[in-house]
């Protein structure tokens, strides 16, 4: 499957941004779906997954309460609702997607898109 973040941008603290990530070339709805994001200097670090049918999530607790993770199967596409953005969501964002459960490293998803900026100014 072939994945393609979108929806990345700069704001200030406190606004908020959605996060698309199209899939194409594969069942979408076979795939355990996550978000990743990697501030610079530091290693990439899980944000939020999502169950195959969207009844499950999970989040860092750094996001909770703020972001939110979703997916519509029929559109192939993942979502990542941030809200009350803060500094320290500047990163660049990547979606992925992964035929384990209950995964959550990196290094569980096989696929992954090209990332989209978020800069959170203060």
């Known amino acids: 499957v072939q994945l393609q973040a979108s929806g990345g941008g700069s704001v200030q603290a406190g606004d908020s941004l959605r996060l698309s990530c199209a899939a194409s070339?594969?069942?979408?709805?076979?795939?355990?779906m996550a978000w990743f994001r990697q501030a610079p200097g530091k290693e990439r670090e899980f944000v939020a997954t999502?169950?195959?049918?969207?009844?499950?999530?999970y989040y860092t607790v750094s996001v909770k309460g703020r972001f939110t993770i979703s997916r519509d199967n029929a559109k192939n596409t993942l979502y990542l609702q941030m809200n009350s953005l803060k500094p320290e969501d500047t990163a660049v964002y990547y979606c992925a997607a992964g035929t384990g459960w209950n995964i959550r490293g990196p290094n569980d998803f096989a696929h992954w898109g090209q990332g989209t900026l978020v800069t959170v100014s203060s």
């Open positions: 070339g594969g069942t979408f709805s076979d795939y355990l």
């Open positions: 999502i169950s195959r049918n969207g009844g499950g999530t």
